[in-house]
């Protein structure tokens, strides 16, 4: 099992940058393909970003394509989100989360229902 908590949310203006991160605690973090997905109010919670549990390989909803940024550390049992050039629409909650079981060290992971353990959310707000 493992323990995800988010960090780095704020209010931010449009244009502006934020840096999310999400700090596993228990097993062995390596061992997890991780992802982010974000729930602005009113929606459905969506992806965002994934990494395989190497970090070679990445994949990026078209939305946020070219502006954000997955990177993981292992050694520090850290997944991050490099958030630029933010608009008002990226507004939302944002969390990590991670895949267990099942995993090959190649592969990411874009479903909500294919991640095991959730974080509990940082709250992005991107003002106009």
């Known amino acids: 099992q493992v323990q995800l908590v988010e960090s780095g949310g704020g209010l931010v203006q449009a244009g502006g940058s934020l840096r999310l991160s999400c700090a596993a605690s228990g097993r062995t973090f390596s061992a997890y393909a991780m992802g982010w997905f974000r729930q602005a109010p009113g929606k459905e919670r969506e992806f965002v970003t994934a990494?395989?549990?190497?970090?070679?390989?990445?994949a990026y909803a078209d939305s946020v394509k070219g502006r954000f940024t997955i990177s993981r550390d292992n050694a520090k049992n850290t997944l991050y989100l490099q958030m630029n050039s933010l608009k008002p629409e990226d507004t939302a909650v944002y969390y990590c989360?991670?895949?267990?079981?099942?995993?090959?060290?190649?592969?990411?992971?874009?479903?909500?229902?294919?991640?095991?353990?959730w974080g509990q959310g940082t709250q992005v707000t991107v003002s106009s």
């Open positions: 990494i395989s549990r190497s970090g070679g390989s990445t």
């Open positions: 989360a991670a895949k267990g079981a099942f995993t090959t060290s190649g592969s990411y992971y874009t479903a909500r229902y294919q991640y095991d353990y």
